[in-house]
């Protein structure tokens, strides 16, 4: 139940797409990057690269060879494919990408779901301007918030070691970097929003066990959620026992490190797949 936006064919050829995508994964290589010569050279002379990947159906992106957390998103995204839109039966009126990094899924939940409104939050200020950047290049609105969620307002100190794994801190920490970010009372704004039915991301690094339990009880009747759980497969079994209290049928997509990601469904209808309650 979609209605997807169709986009322009890219003019760059078949060929080139590909010699683009072959040259960003050589980059990305471990043998690569393991050349100090060969890192230089590849960020001197490719310091981006404007892919144009076919589940975008038409959008682009600008991607940066020598960043390894732009590696891990796109192997997420388009290799994995983590997120399979497919599955959900009904239309979203309002999306949320909480913990947007890049604005990899609000572009595809865009690809899919061209009239929604569309809000992002991500509090790293490099990861927001080249978002901000893929919103514009594709003539997307949304609402890009600079902040983290969380269950209230304020100030928190946010750390990061790469840029696809910030997260907020009781206190400051060791990491790379460490910065004071907004907070965003999500709750409080799903009760503002008054949508009927949501499409929600929520990848927050450890965070959604304080978030979940403020919003889930709120969400609207018809909502879907991809979410990653961290810590440990406790903490997912949190989460799960959590939403099927509220009603939601709920799938692990895959597990790693500690980490997994997991599919949520209620609503009218059922998930175009069949969901294992697992």
Known sequence: MTNKRMYPSSLDSGIVERFKL???SFIGSSKFQSSRLLKYSGRLLFPSLLLQPPRLGGLRIRVDPSDLAHHIIYDEFFLRQ?????RIGFVPELILDCGAHIGLFTLLSTFW?????RMAFEPNPLNADRLE???RMNNVHCKLVRAAVTNHEGWANFSSYSGCDGRLEVS???AKNNYQVPLVDLSALLRNEKARSLLLKVDIEGEER??????VPILPQRTAIFFETHFGPERWCEAKELLQANGFQVQQLSARDGCADGFAYRGIGEPQSALDNQ
């Open 210 to 215: 304080i978030l979940l339990p403020a919003i």
């Open 22 to 24: 072959s040259l960003f």
């Open 82 to 86: 983590s997120y399979p839109l497919d």
């Open 113 to 117: 779901f061209p009239n929604a409104r």
């Open 133 to 135: 950047e893929h919103m």
């Open 172 to 174: 400051e920490s060791a």
